[in-house]
């Protein structure tokens, strides 16, 4: 992670905090109410985008610009506009559009601060658990549950034979391609629900995380959390996860090195 100023950083972490909170608030009151949902995608797959994502990441930009005026702000829904600022922030304003829409729980609000195009703070916001997960430097990742502040580190377990996988390839691997991955089919026991697998990934409940077709916006504002918790985290090419695609996140360089093994059939997608 890339060193910043320890008062500046305390001035970041600080605001995170605190747009955590407002979000949550913004959302009991004024979005927890019907709202309009619109396929963006221009082929015959589903990509929802509602009337709640945009207005968070309205909400969200008009807090940064308050904030940090001279800063860069990429989003999901309202793409980037290019300035001189050595920091940017990257938005998803709902990470898991498909489970808001049916009121499953586990969307959530991502925001990643980029210093010079890397991702340094990352704050991953769940209004309807109440709670969230943020990195504080490079070695502290926390969560805040029901307002009470907890440290997080990823598992201790060194057992492959233990190892525990959630996986979702989100209809970008076709079951053909799978069948080139049985050993990895076999080991994902268990569901990706969005950013909450990676969330319960720096908690120690999952032991790897695997996951297809992540935007940069997907993945930024987790990079810093799984990082800060003792995660490794890079693509299935074992490259840089900056870019987005599919990623791969473990706990252990043996468990990475194990698994990109498996996925090396399909490391070219």
């Given amino acids: 992670m890339t060193k910043l100023d320890s008062k500046k950083m305390a001035i970041f972490v600080s605001f995170l905090n605190q747009l955590a909170r407002e979000l949550t608030s913004y959302y009991k009151t004024k979005l927890d109410k019907p709202f309009k949902v619109i396929n963006k995608s221009k082929d015959n797959n589903y990509d929802p985008v509602t009337s709640a994502d945009k207005k968070f990441e309205k909400f969200i930009r008009m807090k ?32 898991g559009t498909r489970s808001f829409v049916v009121g499953n729980p586990t969307w959530s609000n991502l925001i990643s ?16 658990l109440n709670k969230y997960y943020l990195n504080i430097s490079d070695k502290g990742s926390f969560v805040i549950d029901q307002g009470k502040k907890r440290k997080i580190k990823c598992s201790k377990n060194s057992s492959f034979k233990k190892i525990k996988v959630a996986g979702n390839f989100h209809g970008y691997i076709s079951l053909n391609k799978q069948k080139k991955i049985p050993k990895i089919i076999n080991l ?4 990706c629900t969005d950013a909450l697998s990676y969330a319960h990934f720096c908690e120690g409940k999952m032991d790897a995380v695997i996951q297809c077709g992540n935007k940069i916006w997907d993945i930024h504002p987790l990079i810093p959390i799984i990082e800060a918790s003792g995660g490794i985290i890079t693509t299935w090419k074992n490259t840089s996860a900056i870019k987005g695609g599919n990623i791969l996140v473990t706990s252990n360089k043996s468990f990475h090195n194990k698994l990109l093994k498996l996925l090396k059939p399909l490391s070219k997608l």
């Fill in 188 to 191: 994902m026991q268990f569901p």
């Fill in 64 to 95: 940064i610009k308050k904030k940090f005026p001279s800063h860069g702000l990429i989003g999901e829904e309202y793409g980037f506009k290019k300035n001189s600022s050595k920091f940017t922030w990257v938005i998803d304003p709902i990470d």
């Fill in 113 to 128: 601060l980029n210093y010079e195009g890397k991702p340094i703070l990352g704050l991953a916001n769940f209004p309807k």
